[in-house]
């Protein structure tokens, strides 16, 4: 606190910005995905996928576009699945909605995956177009906690406590 303006001098908390990257690009993503057909790791995800579209639309020639394979995606899909994994596990130790967007992305990548190999295509095809949704919407609330909760010094939108069990509490 600053004794001259009375100010309190805080820096920027970065996972509510984080948080609304994350929901808009779910929110967008989803809304084509059921119309029609997450964080810095995710933004090589989106960038990858932003490629893989511009190939496949033969930005980069005919001949590339004419040699892509779907499946190819598919395996990027399950690397960020086992990467996901393990952030849904570490996510455990930080609030409950995180928790559950991790837990979404998940099941995102669970259906991107199947649907990239041709697997139950329709039906992993709406479990990624619906989880995608989801993510947008706990997305959005976990960035508007983040500013509300700090803005007013209290739990204005609650988020969950972590689950507690890997970490022990500090006394």
């Known amino acids: ?17 984080g948080l609304f990257g ?26 990858g996928v932003a ?5 496949k639309l033969g930005l980069f020639g005919e001949n590339i576009a004419s040699q892509i394979d779907p499946k190819q995606l598919g395996v ?10 393990y952030m849904t596990i570490g996510a455990m130790e930080t609030n409950k909605n995180l928790f559950i967007i991790f ?6 990548f669970i259906g991107l995956t199947l649907t990239s190999f041709e697997i139950a295509t329709e039906a992993t095809h709406k ?4 989880s995608e949704m989801l993510i947008a919407i706990f997305s959005f609330y976990g960035s508007a906690a983040a500013v509300l909760n700090n803005q007013f010094g209290r739990v ?3 988020i969950g406590k972590p689950f507690g069990i890997f970490k022990k509490p500090v006394k």
């Open 22 to 47: 994350l929901a808009m690009v779910t929110l967008v993503a989803s809304t084509q995905k059921l119309g029609t057909t997450a964080f810095g790791g995710y933004a090589f995800f989106w960038l």
């Open 1 to 17: 606190m600053n004794n001259e303006t009375n100010v309190k001098v805080t820096t920027a908390d970065p996972s509510a910005i």
């Open 103 to 108: 837990v979404l992305i998940d099941f995102l």
């Open 156 to 158: 204005f939108l609650p």
């Open 76 to 85: 990027a899909f399950l690397g960020y699945l086992i990467f996901t994994l």
């Open 127 to 130: 479990l990624a177009a619906y």
């Open 51 to 55: 490629c893989s579209w511009l190939m």
